[in-house]
Structure formats: C-alpha cells, structure tokens
C-alpha cells in the first residue's frame, strides 16, 4: 500500500513560526479572516451570520512554499481548500462553547480515499494570574486527561498546578459530519470506531504509546487511533495514565470517510467546550460527578449543531422545518428575549439604570411565539474586584425581578419601573421606557450593572425560562460627586489621609489611587509639595476623569468606566514618573471654564 499524506496545520507547538515544519496550510494574499454577527446593533451585523460572532477564513495545502517564497518543509500536498467558520453565542447556556466548522474540498485532481479528520489542541489548564508561562516546562507539564466516547468528547484539566485556581475542564468535541459516518466500521479483521482520541507528550521521541508522530505515516495511524502499535484509548492504554499529569496534547478525529471525489467536499464540525468542575471531589481529581457541567455543556453544543433535527436521525421529520425551506437548517438554538439596551449613570453615593423595551417584542425561533416574562437587575457589591481573579457572572447579584402580571412568575407588572414617558440622552437615540435607582453605594468604588430579559419558558418543547446574557450589557460604574461649577461648593480629596497598603489598593505602587472630588466640568488640577514644586498636573473633563491609571487597567478587566463627572483619579506618580512620598501635598483646581481657582491639601502616610 501507498504512503499515507497528512498535512497538518501545527505539530507541537503554537508559534507562528515555519521552522521545522509543520505548519502546511496557507492562505492566498489579500484573503483575510471575516468577523460578522446577527446581533442587530453589532458593527459587523450581516443578515446571512449564523451566530452572535462568526469568523470565516480560507486555506489550502496545496503550495509548496509560503509567501515569502521559503520552502515548507517536508509537505506532500493532499490537494485540498479548507472553508473554516466558526460560531459564538452569547446566551447564557451557550456562551462556553464554540463551534467549528470545517468544509474540506478536493481539488487535486485525484480521488482521496480513506480520509481521516482531526482537530489537535496543545491544551494547557492553569491560572497565570497565579502561576506565568515564563516558568518554562514545569508550568506546561501539569495537565491530566480524558476522553468520553458516549459525548466524543477528548478534554484536558489542571491535576497538579493552580489547583483551587483553576478547577475547570478544556474539552474538544466531535460533533458531526456530512456525509455523517455510522459509530463504528469495520477496517479488515477490526472493528473500530469512527471517532478516536489519541494523546502525546510535547516532543517526546522514546515512549512506546506517548511519543510524537514526526511524519505522515506516525500521524495518519495516530488519526486511526493508534498510540503505539496496537494500543487505543483504554484497550493497551489506561485511562488512569492519562489522568497522571504532564505536557500532553489531544487529538481527536473522525474517519474514515470512504473518499472524496475530485471537486467533492466533506463538512466536518467540532466544538471547543469548557466548563466548570462540578461538585466538591478534590480539583485534581477527574470524577464522573465533576464532569457534569462538562457534559451538559456538551450536550448544548450537539443541540446547537444539530439544530431542526430534534430527533437527530438526520432526516427531516414531520414538525421539524421550523424555518420552512424543506432541509435540515442548522445552528439554531432556543432564544432569550432581546438584550435590552441599558445606560447606568453614576451619581453622589448613587446609581440610575435605565433600559429600552425592544426585549419585548422577541420572538422565540424554536416557538415562533412572543414569549417575554419579564426582567432582572444585577449589581457586583464593593470591592468584588480585589481579588486577582474576578469572576464578574458569579459575582452579580440580583436586586430585583419585574415581571408580566399573568400565571407565571411573581406579577409585579411593570408599573414601580416604568417613567411615565420615554428618555433619550445626548448622542443616544434609545428611548429609554424603564428607570431603577440603587441607593447607599460607596463614592470611588466600582460597580457593575446589568438589566436581562427572560422568557415564559416552553413546555411543548421542555425548555425552562430562559434569560439573555447578563454579561452583554454591562455598565461599569463609579458613583462620585457630579460636575459642579458652584463657586461656593469646596473642592476635596478621598482618602484623606490617604494610608498606604488599604484593601481597595493593588500590591505594586501603580496600583494605588485616590481621587479629587467637587470638580468643575473642565478644569485642571495642579499638585504641589509644601515648598511650591509642582509635582503633577491632571487635566479632567468629560473624556477624562483618570480612568487611563495602572489601577483601571488590572482591575476595570479593559473595559471603559462611567465616572460621575466630578471626580478624577489619581495614582500619587508624578510627572516625573515616581512615586509621592509620606507627606502633606498641596492642591488647586483651576475652572477652564471661568479661570476661578480653588485650593485644598490632602495628607499622605505610607
């Protein structure tokens, strides 16, 4: 029999770099990945997007050499154009998956038999807000692994590194294919699987099931589910091994597709799935009960693929074609109601929220009804931001549900939420319907907002309520003073004293701040020792109330923040790049507005 082809997209590494081979797939110039989304009010919205993020992408292997005329080396073309798109929800019980999809198209003139098709991940589980790659091997060797065949799922988990820190599970998973292949097959004298996981450890050339493949015959076994001669997953190699932590990559393919007939394409679908371990087993452990969410996350990526096929038997059935265009459409999902749309403006120890109604008018894709029930409110409390993990979905807390007066729910009506006449702001067009305040928060600190949307559920289809993604319209806010240009109202500064090292602080210091209150719209604050030297200069209007500080940047998680309008933050480095020392400072604020000055002090222990 002939040799085998492989082309491979990466071997054992992910570097953009073409030495040593590898790195066999190209794209032509001027072809460019596309970003396109359904949401209506995305800046990439296109009508024909399957998802709320879609990435589309081209390449082949059938060139020898990269652009820049280097040679690839050791890459014997199969002669194929690979379509890639890729689909992201953000739904709450579809925004840990990922969906990949894969058309494969034989253009090379011949017919390609007995191909195989897998997607490789160099998988690495840990926290490098604990621990940083720069560590070098030991911070890569740490991964256990597994494969599950009822949900062809091959996943990877942190067994020995960050643990308590990362106790969550990177899974890949085969979804299925077009033409789609039956569970098993027989190959000779073997019956085999259609699905396979294989595993290796990074670079290794000696071990007998773990070694890396280094040429086409190697990975083409490794693609029929060989480790090492005739040792598949749990029939010559134990589960438990894979469970043992190390530097280890996952592969997992389907096959094998009979052939691909010139000009003929094969579709081939994947997901990436992550999830949190579930229940109390030790985090180093890899038990069935902590692979619940795992496998309920998976469940939801298959649900997604297969889409109008409920039954999945691949057939069109009576009831199924939602869409009415008498095929199969996949990637639809049950729906939410619309995100609403939400401004949060922050005020002296307070916070107003305002949304649009446009949830209301959802219609659900599964049902085809209007199923809106009602809405939820959430806030972060004080200081959910100081830990060096902010895990912003666990740390909202709901403030309050308003809901549809009917038989579901609590029926509060709409009534204590509703103004009596839309808003609009300046530069915003939303009319606003709905208004909450939230009373007895802390100047200076950080706060999130969110307003969802959450349907009656569907019995029909045993679907509960589902809520639109509380993560998709976030305000992040600091109530404070507003803008004041009242002659007679003193300027201030909050801490004063300020005390080095106090628990809204970070551990360098960059990461300090304290803030200047009372401001006027436009002004410019001057900072002086007690001898007269000016030490800073801070310019503060609209566009800026110090939201550019170190401080904002490790704990504002890169998003902008919605400041009162009379308050700036400051982080005691000088114009000179140093940082204040203990001692009392000096302070005017002078109104660009009408020139007028006004001065303060502020002391600082450290």
Not at 100 to 114: A, H, R
Not at 190 to 211: A, K
Not at 264 to 287: E, F, M
Not at 409 to 427: A, I, M, R, S
């Amino acid at each position: 029999p002939s040799t085998p082809l492989v082309t491979t997209g990466a071997v054992d590494a992910a570097s953009v770099s073409s030495k040593g081979g590898g790195f066999e797939y190209t794209n032509n110039p001027g072809s460019f990945i596309i970003e396109r989304s359904s949401l209506l009010d995305s800046r990439v919205y296109d009508p024909k997007a399957i998802s709320h993020q879609d990435f589309l992408m081209d390449y082949t292997d059938t060139n020898t050499t990269y652009s820049n005329g280097e040679l690839i080396e050791n890459h014997n073309p199969l002669g194929v154009v690979v379509h890639q798109e890729t689909y992201a929800w953000n739904f709450p019980f579809a925004d840990f998956f990922v969906i990949l999809n894969f058309t494969i198209k034989n253009v090379s003139g011949k017919y390609l038999d007995s191909v195989y098709v897998g997607l490789w991940t160099d998988g690495v589980v840990r926290n490098t807000k604990i621990t940083s790659p720069r560590t070098g091997s030991s911070f890569f060797n740490k991964g256990g692994n597994g494969f599950s065949d009822s949900m062809n799922i091959a996943y990877e988990f942190d067994a020995a590194g960050d643990i308590g820190f990362t106790d969550s599970y990177l899974g890949v998973q085969f979804l299925g294919s077009t033409p789609s292949l039956d569970s098993i097959f027989t190959n000779g004298t073997e019956t085999l699987p259609s699905v396979n996981y294989v595993s290796w450890q990074f670079r290794n050339t000696d071990d007998p099931n773990f070694f890396a493949p280094n040429n086409d015959f190697d990975r083409y076994r490794k693609m029929q589910g060989y480790f090492g001669g005739q040792n598949r997953y749990n029939s010559g190699v134990s589960p438990e091994v894979l469970r043992q932590p190390s530097n280890r990559s996952l592969l997992i393919t389907s096959g094998y597709y009979k052939n691909i007939a010139p000009g003929d394409s094969i579709n081939v679908v994947y997901a990436i799935v992550c999830a949190k371990k579930y229940g109390t087993d030790a985090a180093s452990l890899d038990t069935k009960e902590q692979k619940t969410n795992l496998f309920n996350n998976a469940e939801w990526a298959l649900r997604a693929f297969y889409g109008e096929d409920r039954n999945r038997n691949g057939i069109l059935d009576p009831g199924e074609d939602i869409d009415g265009n008498n095929s199969v459409t996949r990637y639809i999902l049950p729906a939410p109601p619309l995100v609403p749309v939400v401004k949060v403006i922050p005020e002296k120890n307070k916070a107003t929220i305002y949304w649009d109604k446009r949830a209301e008018s959802s219609v659900d894709p599964i049902s085809g009804k209007r199923d809106f029930e009602g809405y939820r409110i959430y806030r972060t409390q004080s200081g959910f931001d100081l830990s060096n993990i902010q895990d912003v979905l666990s740390s909202l807390v709901l403030l309050t549900e308003v809901d549809s007066v009917n038989d579901i729910g609590y029926n509060t009506g709409f009534e204590f939420v509703k103004l009596d006449q839309p808003v609009t702001f300046p530069g915003d067009t939303t009319n606003y319907y709905y208004k909450y305040e939230v009373n007895n928060l802390l100047n200076g600190w950080q706060y999130l907002f969110s307003v969802t949307a959450f349907d009656e559920g569907d019995e029909e289809n045993n679907l509960n309520s589902l809520e639109s993604s509380s993560l998709a319209n976030l305000n992040r806010v600091l109530p404070g003073t507003p803008a004041s240009e009242d002659d007679y109202i003193e300027v201030g500064v909050y801490p004063n004293p300020y005390y080095g090292s106090a628990i809204w602080d970070g551990s360098s210091e960059r990461l300090r701040k304290i803030y200047f209150f009372n401001l006027p719209a436009d002004c410019e604050i001057t900072i002086y020792t007690l001898s007269g030297d000016v030490i800073k200069r801070l310019y503060h209007n609209q566009q800026n109330s110090g939201g550019d500080i170190r401080w904002f940047e490790n704990f504002s998680s890169g998003s902008s923040q919605k400041f009162a309008g009379g308050e700036h933050a400051w982080d005691l480095v000088t114009d000179h790049d140093q940082a204040i020392a203990t001692g009392l400072y000096l302070f005017t604020v002078k109104n660009n507005n009408n020139n007028k000055i006004k001065t303060g002090k502020f002391l600082i222990v450290k």
